[in-house]
């Protein structure tokens, strides 16, 4: 009977994985487990209530010809500054973030007019902080997979990178050692 893997996660990561292990040569049958209700992780475009497009995840990716060329630009605030306006308790409302994001597309972008078209959305978490010592820990589980024989390997934004080709080849190199074309650490 022939070889089954079950890929997990339907994000960019999983579907590279997807897609290089079932371009092998003796391509496995792959299962691919998503646990929304659509595939893309991240990557993802929205329509406003007016029909204007815009990119919740990166500003790279975007939808095929004319709608694409269209998509609005994404401005992107986080980090320290607003893990320290919530640690004081200040409500972030989604009118002052609007602000910050325009004053920063003024300063950094210098577009100077107000947006025609705004969406505002916080996503929490949505990008992995790697901490010190990572990498260190990284190669320990990789060695108690080895070690238990589990058949499992690990892909995606947490791991080796979070930028879209990061992931796109992390899920290469997942997909490599399942198919033992590539060492497991
Ligand atoms: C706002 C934003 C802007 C970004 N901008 C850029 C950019 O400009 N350039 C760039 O290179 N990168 C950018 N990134 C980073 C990049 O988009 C992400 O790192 C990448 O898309 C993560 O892909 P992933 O497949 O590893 O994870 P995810 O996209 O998180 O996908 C994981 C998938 O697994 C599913 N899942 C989770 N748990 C389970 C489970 N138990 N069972 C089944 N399914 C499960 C989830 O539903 C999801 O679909 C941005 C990210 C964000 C959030």
Redesign the pocket.
Known sequence: MGRTVVV???????LAASYYLSRAPCAPKVVL????ER?????RSVRGPDGAVFE?????IRPAGALGARTLQ?V?LGGSWFQTLEAKGSAVSQEALRRQAQEAAATQLGLKEPPSHCLVHT?RN??PQYTLGHWKKLDSAAQFLAAQRLPLTLA??SYEG????D?IESGRRAAARVLGSEPSS
């Open positions: 997990l996660g339907g994000g960019i990561s999983g487990v998503e646990g929304s595939l893309g992780g991240w990557i919740l995840g990166p500003r790279g994404l992107m996503h949505c990008i995606g934004a979070v930028a879209v080709t992931c």
